[in-house]
């Protein structure tokens, strides 16, 4: 160190101990305790109180310190604030030298804390009242940490729900962008599927129930991670059935083809899957899955009711999918996917016209095609659920070719 250089100390206050003992905290009761014992020890007061205005049915008062054994009426001493036209961030001394400072609490809400008159009887001094002004600021940093904390905790939630049924990059986009996934629902062009295993009632009836619980979970596992490699969305499990989409939350102009490639997967991943139940000796006859697809126009988004929400698909496109996935047993197909899906994915896929025909529910008959396989020559890689591979193409467009990866 040269001689005209002095080194300064800035020694550590009480203040600056609060400060970081409250940072860690996660809970805002325990924030409220621990700032009411440190009050409490530096000025003695009768009591301590924090007061939010949050504008719901939760109770105002958040957290009291009662150093006596009278009830303390909080909301009294708002009204005394509001009867004397005190600014809303003005520091107040009540005529019963009770002080109440102004602070913001979680989304901004206003809020207060409110200490009782000293237990000495004595008014609260000047310097008492300045030294409330850094117990204010580390209010308001305390206040912007926990809805810090509070937002992460959202997003954490958020990722969990949803990560078991979308990829990882689809949750991820959903944090990074909220308004990717509507509140309420909108309208999308996206391709469904639906799945079930052939004659799995009476598989599982041969079986124990762990064995049962063992055997499905592996089925729709593995199922599963077909799916969301693809970027695909799955709207549920039916028992055995898997209901899953393709172009929501995140737009994917191939919905089609992506949808079409996984139910090629899911069969590839059966085969592997049987072989593997056998060696275990947990079934004795092979699973068989029949897919059916559909691509058009519906309704996606939060639906349900105040108390349970689900992000999910509606609309006749989704009937049309399940109606398909269930007219294999009648061609005796494994795959099955409507003309509109045919139209956007054929220059990918072997396809065979299989019927124009009448579905339950349905007034108008349908074009079904058995998916059979990737065409010869054509490479469908995806890295994720960004590495898209065909423009978009409206419902009513005839079959293009298609840029090849």
Avoid: W
Wanted: negative net charge; charged residues 25%.
């Amino acid at each position: 160190m040269q001689k005209n250089e002095r080194e300064i100390v800035i020694p550590e206050t009480k203040f600056d101990v609060l400060e970081e003992t409250l940072l860690k905290y996660e809970s805002l009761d325990d924030v409220f305790k621990q700032m009411s014992l440190f009050l409490n020890e530096l000025y003695h007061p009768t009591f301590i109180a924090f007061y939010a205005d949050t504008k719901d049915f939760s109770p105002k008062v958040k957290y009291i310190l009662n150093n006596t054994n009278k009830v303390q009426n909080i909301s009294l001493y708002i009204s005394e604030r509001n009867d004397a036209s005190v600014s809303s961030n003005s520091l107040y001394v009540h005529d019963s030298t009770t002080v109440s400072l102004p602070f913001k609490y979680l989304n901004n809400a206003n809020a207060y804390l409110i200490m009782g008159t000293k237990e000495s009887g004595k008014e609260y001094s000047e310097a008492d009242v300045k030294s409330l002004i850094p117990i204010l600021r580390i209010l308001s940093r305390v206040m912007f940490h926990q809805e810090v904390l509070s937002s992460h905790k959202e997003k954490s939630s958020l990722q969990k729900a949803f990560s078991a049924y979308m990829s990882p990059e689809l949750v991820q986009e959903m944090i990074d962008n909220p308004d990717v996934v509507k509140i309420g629902g909108e309208k999308r062009y996206l391709s469904v599927m639906f799945t079930d295993i052939q004659n799995f009632t009476v598989l599982s009836e041969k079986m124990k129930p762990e064995t049962l619980v063992r055997v499905l979970n592996m089925y729709l596992n593995e199922m599963s991670q077909v799916i969301l490699s693809l970027g695909g969305t799955i709207d549920k499990f039916e028992g055995d059935a898997i209901v899953a989409f393709f172009g929501a939350p995140h737009t994917l102009k191939d919905h089609a083809v992506r949808c079409c490639l996984a139910a090629i997967r899911m069969k590839q991943m059966e085969k592997l899957l049987n072989e593997q139940l056998f060696r275990e000796k947990l079934i004795d006859s092979p699973i068989f899955t029949r897919i059916g697809i559909n691509t058009g126009d519906v309704i996606v988004g939060n639906i349900g009711s105040v108390l349970r929400m689900e992000y999910t698909i509606i609309g006749s496109t989704v009937n049309t999918a399940a109606r398909i996935e269930n007219i294999n047993k009648q061609y005796n197909t494994s795959v099955l996917i409507s003309g509109q899906t045919f139209r956007q994915a054929a220059p990918f896929f072997e396809c065979e016209f299989v019927d124009a025909t009448e579905l339950k529910g349905i007034s108008e008959k349908v074009a079904v095609y058995e998916l059979k396989g990737i065409r010869d020559g054509k490479r469908l890689d995806y890295i994720n659920f960004n590495n898209s591979i065909t423009p978009e193409i409206n419902a009513d467009s005839e079959i293009t070719e298609l840029e090849e990866v």
